[in-house]
């Protein structure tokens, strides 16, 4: 059975549940990839993935069940057990689906051209091979995927979707005889192959610094500087910022320390930070939200302002704050009005990062970790790559001590973000 047929069948069986409330999400897939070991290709294939998600709340209990397989034995069995979980729970009224329209969207290629998408392959990998003499791709896999879905509930809501995208993720480090460079990573997803994949997002960037990083110098001493984050980096800090302060778990334990400053100053006020699935450089956003939402974009951090919770619909109606108005983590964030030259000129001393490795922030905000693919920065100009050098510090502070935001960005198809550069960063070297 297709997606559409399955979904109405399950939405059948859900109804002779009893349930006051039900939904289905039906989704399938099919991955088309050309995978690169050693420099070499290695794998062809094709891969079909399908998802069939069920939920209903009966009396205010809440059962919900993901299964991948499309037929009516093991929807019947599913929304048996999707029952029993619900008869299993606690009652909580903030349980709750809500009414919606009928829409379809049809959005990036999902029509795939194989033989382009090939085409763009081989050229990478050949200008990798020219241009990069020094660099080692370990795995390289790039693909088409095509995805249809459909998402209903008993109070209206019907969203069909069509959609396809190309990606390119490259894992590569650089060598030069017996010594190499910490392995490093880039991504991109696009809907269109009218440019090359080594010209979008931080493609060159990362291959040309990990010929760089071959020989590295270690970090001397320990002392308190400026870090520019590259967009790579900054999408994984941020996203430990947003989790620590924003988010649903840290809202609803009441341990975020921003659960109490909506609308209050958070950040410096350059920092404008969005959710934003319909943004032209987001490829293929969330279009609904599986309570039964159409997505809007919004902003998380206005002008340094707390804006908007990232709340589910549950969350909210347990703590009767705001919910988000889309569950996705497209992020955006507005570019400031100096080049990065020139926001690193003005650095005495300090590191750019481009990836970190720490754990997760305790929930006051302190982090700590090794800044990993990084160089050092010394009187206004990037010098040496340096070896494991510890970064340490607070992801409120951090915002709040912003030295700058670049006028340049990298959009990836995931996010669109510029370098930042902030100050009050612990340095530890050896």
């Not at 400026?226 to 996203?239: M, Q």
């Not at 964030?333 to 000129?345: C, K, S, V």
């Not at 009187?379 to 790559?385: F, L, R, S």
Request: net charge negative.
């Amino acid at each position: 059975m297709n997606a559409h047929d399955i979904a109405q069948y399950a939405m059948q069986k859900l109804q002779e549940t009893g349930a006051q409330q039900y939904a289905c999400q039906a989704h399938t897939s099919a991955k088309r990839e050309f995978n690169v070991d050693g420099g070499k290709f290695s794998l062809l294939r094709t891969t079909i993935d399908n998802q069939l998600d069920l939920t209903l709340i009966k009396d205010q209990k809440r059962g919900k069940i993901l299964i991948n397989a499309f037929n009516q034995e093991a929807v019947d069995e599913a929304v048996r057990d999707c029952l029993a979980a619900a008869e299993g729970s606690a009652a909580d009224p903030a349980w709750e689906l809500v009414p919606g329209a009928q829409r379809k969207f049809i959005l990036g290629a999902p029509d795939g051209d194989m033989d382009q998408l090939f085409a763009r392959t081989q050229e990478m990998l050949a200008a990798i091979g020219q241009e990069y003499p020094k660099v080692m791709v370990e795995q390289m896999i790039v693909a088409h995927q095509r995805s249809e879905g459909i998402y209903l509930n008993n109070l209206g809501a019907s969203y069909e979707t069509v959609e396809g995208l190309y990606e390119a993720q490259v894992m590569f480090s650089g060598h030069d005889g017996d010594r190499s460079s910490s392995f490093n990573f880039a991504a991109v997803v696009t809907d269109q192959l009218d440019k090359p994949f080594l010209d979008q997002g931080s493609m060159r960037q990362n291959l040309a610094d990990a010929e760089k990083q071959i020989d590295t110098v270690a970090t001397e001493g320990k002392f308190v500087g400026a870090v520019v984050f590259t967009p790579d980096c900054a999408g994984d800090v941020l996203g430990e910022l947003l989790g620590n302060f924003v988010g649903d778990g840290v809202i609803l334990d009441g341990t975020s320390p921003w659960k109490d400053r909506l609308g209050e100053q958070v950040a410096d006020q350059r920092l404008t930070l969005s959710a934003a699935p319909h943004h032209p450089a987001i490829v293929c956003g969330e279009r609904y939200v599986a309570d039964g939402y159409l997505s809007e974009d919004y902003d998380i951090i206005k002008n340094g302002r707390l804006n908007q919770f990232m709340l589910s619909g549950y969350v909210a109606n347990k703590t009767g704050k705001k919910r988000a108005p889309n569950s996705s983590f497209s992020l955006v964030m507005q570019p400031g009005d100096q080049p990065l030259h020139d926001i690193i000129a003005g650095i005495d001393r300090g590191l750019l990062v481009s990836r970190f490795s720490g754990g997760s922030p305790a929930s006051n905000g302190d982090f700590s970790g090794v800044a990993k693919n990084s160089f050092l920065i010394e009187k206004g100009k990037i010098t040496n790559a340096v070896s494991e050098t510890m970064i340490s510090g607070n992801l409120a502070e951090m915002v709040n001590h912003l030295r700058g935001i670049s006028s340049e960005f990298v959009r990836n198809g995931y996010s669109r973000l510029p370098w930042f550069a902030v100050d009050g960063i612990t340095i530890s070297g050896k």
